[in-house]
């Protein structure tokens, strides 16, 4: 008998990272419900290791194959087996030994290993929301023609899913996302050009990794919100905005024909939609400190600034052009965080850059999963020669 036969299993992209180790920490509080069978990480190896030996999984795959040696002395006594590279993921994601993969990895590298899981049949936490930034609608064609079932694990998202339960869609109005704002809501404009990486990753409710970080302080990551909820949620641009709720109860919003609104609130702790994601919808209990009421005196709400943070319109610009134009987007913000992180360009140039490679990059309307990946080769590239 199998020894996770009553136990779902669960495969980790990006185990070692923010969202990784939170889902690990929400199978530890339910041992006997979940057992993560695979694991998988991008340069983390030592930490990789200590995951796979504190959990024993069947087996752990580093993305760097410099690293792989290190892997493989270390796990293949204990019977785990061990590979490395981006091949190696995406063959993963067609094995027998999960059922479901959080989906924990930055950026663009989770797409093709995402869409080899739904070609699979697997069920699809999604944490990575490039995923459908990059190729929504190729992923939601994917997933009509699979059994695969995808659950949002971004907070946003599962709040609006979450809101959704038991609604008619066509009768929603409008989808109404939350933001924090960012560290920098109320710094004078004149400031940004001098903020430094640390003032930027010092989020002020969220902990979280470092990219989403700053895409949270350029408010890109709102954008990006914009568009993956076009896509899981099946709704136009027009029924879909942006709202800034500093302190980060109220995780998104729907609003009903009826002039109805349901919003869902909680604690800003990124394991409340990891246990709904992995529980298909139903709730887990944990011991953690509850939303009270002392923290829901004082909600406020106010329009993004696009002037000072003009990344949020990168959204309804990506949804109104569609093509390849997200694409183009989210690779030159990706090159552009990455050189902010090593302090490479300043905190606005990440804007300046994503669009200085929008108007040089060419557009295809209807991409393939081959022109995806071209253009994210291209416009990296071009990218990078700006930096």
Not at 147 to 164: G, N, T
Not at 318 to 343: K, M
């Amino acid at each position: 008998m199998n020894q996770h036969s009553n136990r779902k299993r669960i495969a980790i992209l990006g185990s070692t990272g923010s969202i990784g180790t939170q889902t690990l920490d929400v199978i530890s509080e339910h041992p006997d419900r979940f057992a993560p069978t695979l694991l998988v990480a991008g340069r983390k190896v030592d930490t990789l290791i200590q995951q796979a030996i504190r959990w024993r999984p069947e087996r752990a795959i580093i993305a760097d194959e410099t690293l792989y040696w290190k892997l493989r002395d270390a796990l293949q006594p204990l019977g785990i087996a061990t590979a490395a590279g981006q091949d190696a993921i995406n063959d993963a994601m067609e094995a027998d030994c999960f059922d479901t993969v959080v989906t924990a990895t930055v950026g663009y590298s989770g797409l093709a290993p995402t869409l080899r899981a739904i070609g699979a049949g697997k069920d699809i936490a999604l944490a990575n929301k490039e995923t459908m930034v990059v190729a929504g609608e190729l992923v939601t064609a994917a997933l009509a023609k699979s059994h695969s079932r995808l659950m949002p694990v971004d907070s946003e998202h599962s709040a609006i899913y979450q809101c959704l339960v038991g609604e008619d869609r066509s009768r929603v109005r409008r989808l109404i996302i939350t933001a924090s704002g960012g560290p920098f809501r109320t710094l004078p404009a004149e400031k940004l050009g001098s903020v430094t990486m640390r003032d930027a990753l010092k989020h002020p409710n969220w902990s979280m990794g470092a990219k989403i970080t700053i895409d949270s302080a350029t408010m890109v990551n709102k954008a990006f919100e914009i568009i993956e909820a076009r896509w899981l949620f099946d709704m136009p641009k027009e029924k879909i905005t942006a709202v800034v709720h500093p302190q980060s109860i109220v995780h998104s919003m729907v609003e009903f024909v009826d002039g109805a609104v349901k919003a869902q609130l909680g604690v800003p702790d990124m394991r409340l939609p990891i246990r709904y994601a992995l529980g298909d919808a139903r709730r887990l209990a944990t011991s953690d400190s509850p939303l009270t009421l002392d923290k829901m005196l004082n909600l406020t709400f106010e329009e993004p600034d696009t002037e000072r943070f003009p990344g949020i319109t990168l959204g309804q610009y990506a949804l109104e052009r569609g093509g390849t134009a997200a694409c183009v987007i989210n690779a030159a913000n990706e090159v552009a965080v990455a050189a902010f992180l090593h302090e490479k360009i300043g905190f606005k140039r990440i804007y300046e850059l994503i669009m200085e490679t929008l108007e040089a990059m060419p557009f295809v309307a209807a991409p393939t999963l081959d022109d995806y990946v071209t253009f994210n080769a291209e416009a990296r590239a071009f990218a990078e020669s700006k930096i």
